[in-house]
């Protein structure tokens, strides 16, 4: 079964420092894998998604992604954190796109905070 | 372009009582999804609906019920709620493909049983 693992529930940065948001994920067959975003009260926001093309991932923000699959690996990266990236990250991964395969399982979630 | 709506957006009941949570998407997505948000354990799929007339089981149904009304619409149910029962409920829909389009999530639905 497919599974998602965020090391880390929260990750603590300076503004203008690295960001890096770990997710490893199990799966039987090539997965898809997504990050959400969640900003306080509010809904999850797509930030980018792997669907088996290129393995490194741009996604809004200045976010990006990599797909490593010796690893099973897919880390979340910002070169230079803003303190509007304050929020809570979710991991997620399918197994395909039609019926109970195509459903996300999603880690637990990393909350970031960027300090001043 | 409204994309998920949700209502309530807030909700109080007491243990026993019965409700049910509205979402409608305007994006003609087939499939559609309901599931909590709980503090440190991410979001767990109650239920789900990968087209028009169907309902499936997801990881967490005991205790939900839900209607899949139309294309546009997915209700969830609480017939007797109980205080575990208190989270922030997200409906969510997606179109399906020939690669995934992840999901588009409403704004939630925070639920509290007393």
């Known amino acids: 079964a497919q599974s998602v693992t965020q090391l880390g529930s929260h990750v603590s940065v300076s503004e203008g420092a690295l960001v890096l948001l770990r997710c490893n994920y199990s799966?039987?067959?090539?997965?898809?894998l997504f990050w959400y975003v969640q900003y306080p009260n509010q809904g999850l926001q797509l930030l980018l998604k792997?669907?088996?093309?290129?393995?490194l991932v741009k996604g809004i923000n200045g976010f990006e992604a990599e797909f490593k699959k010796s690893e099973t690996s897919f880390h979340l990266t910002k070169p230079s954190a803003h303190m509007s990236d304050a929020a809570e990250y979710f991991c997620a991964v399918s197994e395909g796109y039609g019926g109970s395969q195509g459903n996300l399982i999603f880690g637990k979630g990393t909350k970031l905070s960027v300090k001043p | 372009n409204a994309g998920v709506t949700q209502t309530p957006k807030f909700q109080v009941l007491k243990t026993g009582q019965s409700m049910t949570l509205q979402c409608a998407q305007d994006?003609?997505?087939?499939?559609m999804y309901w599931y909590r948000q709980d503090p440190g354990m991410g979001l767990r799929l109650i239920y789900y609906?990968?087209?028009?007339?169907?309902?499936d089981k997801g990881e967490v149904p005991n205790g939900y019920n839900v209607s899949r009304l139309n294309k546009r619409e997915f209700s969830l149910r609480l017939e007797s709620a109980a205080p575990s029962q208190t989270s922030v409920y997200f409906c969510a829909s997606s179109r399906p493909g020939t690669t995934p389009y992840g999901y588009t999530f409403g704004s939630g639905t925070r639920l509290t049983v007393v």
């Open positions: 792997y669907t088996s093309a290129a393995t």
């Open positions: 609906s990968a087209s028009e007339g169907t309902t």
């Open positions: 799966s039987s067959v090539p997965p898809y």
């Open positions: 994006m003609n997505h087939n499939s």
